[in-house]
T-cell receptor, first 120, second 106 residues
């Protein structure tokens, strides 16, 4: 049974960098069939796709966030990570890590989500 | 980006009802449309993919239809556990985009 678990600081100061990690258990991040991505949801609002990547390819980023986002995979730890630079209050959200079978495909597996709050 | 518009935003309903949620894409997306259910404090759960294919383990009272730009999610015989938020998502082009959500409430 595949499980995804987000981890990282729950509180980040404005202008600093938000860093989150997703640990994958019950499956290999090096699977040829899947992409690994991040999706966020501001409190009380809808869902926004941040970006995704194949374990051995180049990441895809949402153009609205591209200048501030980095996604990378660590196959040795079976983890993938997200960094968002120069955060503001608008980046406060629940961040979900996810697995999906194509670059823009339906998300079949989700982490439980982690709330990241941007505040001084 | 492709804009996804759901209606209604809120849908009062009762147990046993048949409810329909509509999702409209701002441009043609073929059948690349997915539906998710989200309960408070939980991650979304995939219900329907490719407009009408039921995800494994999802009850058959959930069904999806449509193609092109107009899609519907229908829940027949609404159960207490179905009161939740529902989102559509297009997977036709990047970036994938979601509708704003529909809250099915008592």
């Amino acid at each position: 049974q595949l499980q995804l678990q987000e981890s990282g600081p729950g509180l980040v100061k404005p202008s600093e960098t938000l860093s989150l990690t997703c640990t994958v258990t019950g499956g290999s991040i090096s699977s040829r069939s899947y992409y690994w991505g991040w999706i966020r949801q501001p409190p009380g609002k809808g869902l926004e796709w941040i970006g995704s990547m194949y374990y051995s390819g180049s990441p895809y980023y949402n153009p609205s966030l591209k200048s501030r986002v980095t996604i990378y995979v660590d196959t040795s730890k079976n983890q993938f990570s997200l960094k968002v630079t120069s955060v503001t209050a608008a980046d406060t959200a629940v961040y979900y890590c996810a697995r999906h079978p194509g670059i823009a495909a339906a998300v079949t597996d989700w982490g439980q989500g982690t709330l990241a709050t941007v505040s001084s | 980006d492709i804009q996804m518009t759901q209606s209604p935003s809120s849908l009062p309903a009762s147990v046993g009802d048949r409810v329909t949620i509509t999702c409209r894409a701002s441009q043609y997306i073929s059948s690349y449309l997915n539906w998710y259910q989200q309960k408070p404090g939980k991650a979304p759960k995939l219900l329907i993919y490719a407009a009408s294919s039921l995800q494994s383990g999802v009850p058959s009272r959930f069904s999806g239809s449509g193609s092109g730009t107009d899609f519907t999610l229908t829940i027949s015989n609404l159960q207490p556990e179905d009161f939740a938020n529902y989102y559509c998502q297009q997977s036709y082009s990047t970036p994938p985009t979601f509708g704003q959500g529909t809250k099915v409430e008592i």
